[in-house]
């Protein structure tokens, strides 16, 4: 796990923005994992800029959301799927038939995540995958307690993601009680991790899971078994943490072919 504190969003977003430009000229048909929030918007902002700039070209690529709200209906300009539209796919040149979500409208859902797991598999698995953390260390929609080898399936919301979720609903009363999302396992298949922290209010999350242990009540902890995971952290998010300085001398003194 590599730590890198910068000193705001945006220059996170560029970093973030750098892994994904570099993927994406190396392997045209990059499968890039797209996740929603806040913590992603300033990557995507970068990467539609380069985009509308000339020379980056995602027409061969192929995006899978990590998560989806259960029970809204087709089009809801808050289910993921739209998200993710508005915020990335719509601003590049992404084909739509290659950008897939978890199916949250189901009748089975139980056979829309074996599904899902299986399109994941046919397209090569994810090369990137982009991800935020919540206040109490879950990734995706894995709450805390979720099993660290679990795969895509319904998870139920805790209250306090659900109040952290409302601001983009009219109330806490619109905002449902139960999602589809990748599962830790299906996260950790992910060749490159690329997770993003910013404010005071995930320092404590970013503590946890960063330097404490291994375990089910930090879902992200699980990270610190993943062979190539990057965490961008402002300063802010960084503030608990008991290794910072070390986490920044590393990062200062890192040989440039290592990239990121």
Same mark, same amino acid.
């Given at each position: ?10 220059? *996170? ?8 430009? #570099? ?37 061969? #690529? ?14 809801? !300009? ?8 508005? &915020? ?7 084909? !739509? ?15 829309? $995540?074996?599904?899902? &797991?299986?399109?994941?598999? =046919? ?19 894995? &709450? !805390? ?8 399936? *319904?998870?139920?919301?805790? &209250? ?57 009540? $930090? =879902? ?6 993943? !062979? ?33």
């Amino acid at each position: 796990m590599e730590v890198v504190i910068l000193p705001g969003t945006k220059q *996170i977003g560029a970093l973030a923005a750098d892994a994904i430009e #570099a993927l994406v000229r190396r392997k045209p048909n990059a499968v890039l994992g797209l996740a929603t929030g806040s913590s992603p918007l300033p990557v995507y902002d970068e990467l539609a800029s380069r985009y509308e700039a000339g020379g980056l070209d995602f027409s061969q #690529a192929h995006g899978f959301a990590l998560d989806e709200y259960v029970g809204l209906e087709a089009g809801h !300009p808050e289910s993921y799927r739209e998200v993710i539209r508005r &915020e990335f796919t719509n601003r590049v040149n992404i084909k !739509p038939e290659n950008v897939h979500g978890p199916d949250g409208a189901a009748e089975d859902l139980e056979a829309a $995540c074996q599904g899902y &797991e299986d399109a994941i598999k =046919a397209a090569g698995g994810v090369d990137l995958q982009i991800l935020g953390v919540g206040t109490d260390g879950h990734i995706g929609f894995n &709450e !805390p307690g979720s099993s660290l080898a679990s795969r895509t399936r *319904i998870k139920t919301l805790i &209250e306090q993601t659900r109040k952290d979720n409302a601001r983009f609903f009219d109330s806490i009363d619109d905002v449902p009680h139960h999602v589809v999302t990748q599962g830790l396992g299906t996260i950790m298949d992910a060749r490159h991790v690329v997770l993003i922290a910013t404010g005071a209010q995930k320092a404590q999350a970013v503590r946890d899971f960063v330097e404490g242990p291994v375990a089910a009540i $930090c =879902a992200a902890s699980i990270l610190q078994m993943h !062979p190539h995971a990057t965490i961008l952290v402002d300063e802010a998010a960084a503030s608990s943490l008991k290794l910072a300085d070390y986490y920044r001398h590393t990062y200062d003194n890192k040989p440039e072919w290592q990239g990121l």
